[in-house]
């Protein structure tokens, strides 16, 4: 039984009710997992050394796993979006083993970027910059940086993105709305067209679900 998926530009993961993931479309920069031998594959095919799953995100051609072990990495690192000091592909699923994965409660991916959300409220970021989605204050790539914090009051608790976005958004324990990134035909929110490097407010009432997309973003309420 599939329970979750994550759809790259031409590559799908499916994650399985017992831990395990599947794959199938382009194994071109390894975003499949599936090692060099494996350039596509038009069939769900097991992803080996992955177990205990419990979510799965990607990225343009690169995919982030987060599971009971750890966190996991494959597919391009052009831009550093894999978090690691490689500016190669990652062909199979890669460890990284100096994040405490009990500390984390998400592993989501954008367009060429990453970011690693702490149970604490405080959220990492990786890969590319160009247009301030890392939030840190600057437009320069980066291998992992963190995000300009926001008050103490103010951990985030969720993470609105999509793989082909530019922009990254943020709802903190109170509800509250933040943005950053690409904002050129006013895909953030924030009344104008400028793109933003660091948290920008909002105006949403408390959302459950926020979609980001390259040029336009989709928030949703439930009822209550």
């Known amino acids: 039984t599939v329970v979750s998926a994550a759809i790259g530009r031409a590559h799908t993961l499916l994650l399985l009710d017992d831990g395990t993931v599947y794959g199938c479309g382009t194994n071109s920069a390894g975003q499949l997992g599936l090692g060099g031998n494996v350039t596509e594959t038009s ?5 080996e050394g992955l177990e205990n799953v419990e979510s799965l995100s990607s990225g343009l051609d690169f995919s982030l796993i987060k599971s009971a072990g750890g966190l996991y990495i494959m597919g391009s690192n052009e831009f550093s979006q894999l978090c690691i000091e490689n500016n190669g ?20 991916a954008i367009k060429s970027s990453s970011f690693i959300s702490f149970l604490d409220g405080s959220v990492g970021a990786c890969g590319r910059n160009d247009y301030g989605q890392l939030g840190d204050g600057t437009t320069e790539d980066r291998i992992r940086t963190v995000i300009d914090p926001l008050p103490e ?16 958004f943020m709802v ?3 509800g509250d709305t933040f943005a950053t990134g690409l904002n050129d035909v006013g895909q953030l929110g924030v009344g104008d067209t400028n793109n933003r490097n660091t948290l920008t407010a909002v105006v949403l009432d408390t959302p459950e679900i ?8 989709l928030a949703m309420k439930l009822n209550e």
């Open 172 to 174: 903190n324990d109170n």
């Open 153 to 168: 009051d103010s951990p985030i608790r969720k993470l609105g993105v999509g793989p082909s976005a530019e922009n990254v």
């Open 89 to 108: 592909n990652v062909l199979d699923p890669f460890l990284i083993s100096d994040v405490d994965v009990s500390i984390v409660s998400s592993f989501e």
């Open 210 to 217: 926020i979609s980001a997309a390259e040029s336009h973003t």
């Open 43 to 47: 069939e769900p095919t097991l992803i």
